[in-house]
């Protein structure tokens, strides 16, 4: 089992920059991708970017690139996303997720993933 709790959310102005937390725990192997996703009412549940954790590779959707980065702090078992320059369309719960399988990096979408954190809303106000 893999547990997964985020924080730091919250309500920023855009341009502004907000940096999330993702704290796993459990079974090692079940956790070698971690991914971010998001998704605001009335929309599917996106990719933002992944982690694979063993060697440190990342992959990000063409919405974020060049503004939102992914780091891990392995001490802690943390994964971070950092956001800046947020634009209102960001505005959305955000969850980390987890998973071991074959094809948590070859297709990082939702179905892929079974571990999932509780999720932290950020709100950017034009």
């Known amino acids: 089992q893999v547990q997964l709790v985020e924080s730091g959310g919250g309500s920023v102005e855009a341009g502004g920059s907000l940096r999330l937390s993702c704290e796993a725990s459990g079974h090692a192997d079940s956790r070698k991708c971690i991914a971010w996703f998001r998704q605001s009412p009335g929309k599917e549940r996106e990719g933002v970017g992944v982690v694979y954790t063993p060697s440190g590779a990342l992959q990000y959707a063409d919405s974020v690139k060049g503004r939102f980065t992914i780091s891990q702090d392995d001490a802690t078992n943390t994964i971070y996303l950092q956001m800046n320059n947020l634009k209102s369309e960001a505005s959305a719960m955000y969850y980390c997720?987890?998973?071991?399988?074959?094809?948590?990096?070859?297709?990082?979408?939702?179905?892929?993933?079974?571990?999932w954190g509780q999720g932290t809303q950020v709100t950017v106000s034009s």
């Open positions: 997720a987890a998973d071991g399988g074959l094809h948590c990096w070859t297709r990082w979408n939702k179905y892929e993933y079974n571990y």
